[in-house]
């Protein structure tokens, strides 16, 4: 493993870097241990439910798609293989009992639909992989009960109460809201391709054993990748590449959401769904800038400084990360990806970068021109 647990004073749990790891450098390649639908009130694409690869629609000559024995129509797979293995795990007959369930529980909101999947999948989980389920409950998060958790945990009973889950914990509203702040804190948004409009759909979420103890930073050293459309075994494994050489001892971050946020909504998110403050470089900085600096970096504004017209002669002091944005972040509109370098090839660092939201491909500039990687080693 190129990066450890180890327990920063003050911070607590982090990755560090266990050697030196050169730009691009795949740092975890990570199965996931539970993967569920996010539901769309308007039509999202169809995709597997056991690999989770879109459908595309079938072409006459091509072989039908199957379905699920029971809810038909509502569940429908790639192939023998997904179908076989869905139905004994992710797509158990109680799954398919309680997604019945779902459809018919009107008052549900769409944020509700989707985290009632994710309570169907983590009590399945329980059942069909006691050890996934305990490697969960391992994970941040000490959920608080709420109106919702209670919304989402009788509609849990209700299921149970009609179909018993096969051997698995037994429901209760205090781990129903652990399981939800698991998810919370946890879970990885799997994003459909970026439409014209700028509109952007969460396909599914999904928990990763490793990939969930990265901590948060605002200036991260480090994106994630994934290929949920690609063929092949693993289409649902995350990888996390680092964006610059990382010394070793060094601890490696993600940022838990697109870099371009102002700082008041990372503020917001963290500490609303995370329970902490970020109190890292960036936000040292940001945290002083006036309200009307803090419209959303989108387009040309991502790079104005403080003074809303940041102008290339750079007033170090008062917009000192200009040159992450300028090399980072992806300049295609609407996008707000990360950009990282393509991994090494036999020991020889990459020129292209990869971008991890649209999956454009860019030549990195000159190296005068943009980043010194001196400035991004830093402390
Ligand atoms: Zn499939
Ligand atoms: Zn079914
Ligand atoms: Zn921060
Ligand atoms: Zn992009």
């Not at 730009?23 to 439910?49: E, F, K, M, T, W």
């Not at 309200?291 to 003074?307: F, H, I, K, L, R």
Request: charged fraction near 20%.
């Amino acid at each position: 493993m190129l990066v450890k647990p180890t327990n920063i004073q003050g911070k607590g749990r982090a990755l560090v870097a266990s050697e030196p790891i050169p730009a691009g450098q795949i740092l975890l390649r990570d199965r996931p241990i539970l993967v569920y639908l996010s539901h769309h009130d308007h039509d999202g694409p169809v995709v597997c439910a056991g690999c989770f690869r879109k459908l595309s629609s079938p072409e006459p000559n091509a072989a039908p798609l199957l379905s699920c024995p029971s809810c038909s129509d509502h569940a429908r797979f790639c192939s023998p293989n997904c179908q076989s293995s869905a139905l004994a795990s992710s797509h158990s007959s109680w799954v398919c009992k309680a997604l019945t369930c779902l459809r018919s529980a009107s008052t549900l909101s769409p944020d509700l639909r989707t985290q009632a999947n994710f309570l169907i999948a983590a009590y399945n989980l329980s059942s069909v992989s006691p050890s996934d389920f305990s490697l969960l409950l391992s994970f941040q998060g000490s959920g608080v009960e709420s109106p919702e958790s209670h919304l989402l945990h009788s509609f849990i009973l209700a299921v149970i109460a009609l179909h018993p889950l096969p051997k698995g914990v037994e429901a209760s509203p205090v781990l129903t809201a652990l399981l939800l702040s698991k998810d919370k804190q946890n879970a990885f948004g799997i994003m459909e391709p970026l439409k014209d409009s700028g509109e952007r759909l969460v396909r599914a979420y999904a928990i990763y054993p490793q990939a969930s103890l990265f901590n948060h930073d605002c200036l991260p050293n480090a994106c994630r990748f994934d290929y949920f459309d690609n063929p092949g075994d693993g289409n649902t494994s995350i990888i996390i590449r680092a964006l610059h050489d990382i010394p070793a001892g060094r601890e490696v971050c993600l940022s838990y959401f697109p870099i371009n946020w102002n700082y008041k909504d990372r503020q917001t998110r963290l500490s609303e769904d995370y329970g902490f403050t970020c109190n890292c470089d960036r936000c040292q900085i940001e945290m002083n800038w006036k309200d009307e600096d803090e419209e959303d970096m989108d387009e040309d504004e991502q790079m104005d400084g403080p003074d809303g017209g940041w102008d290339g002669s750079g007033d170090e002091q008062d917009f000192p990360h200009e040159y992450f944005f300028m090399k980072f972040l992806c300049d295609r509109e609407n996008c707000g990806g990360t950009l990282a370098p393509l991994p090494p090839e036999n020991g020889m660092p990459s020129h292209v970068l990869e971008c991890n939201v649209c999956g454009q491909f860019k030549p990195e500039e000159d190296e005068d021109s943009g980043v010194n990687e001196d400035d991004m080693l830093d402390e």
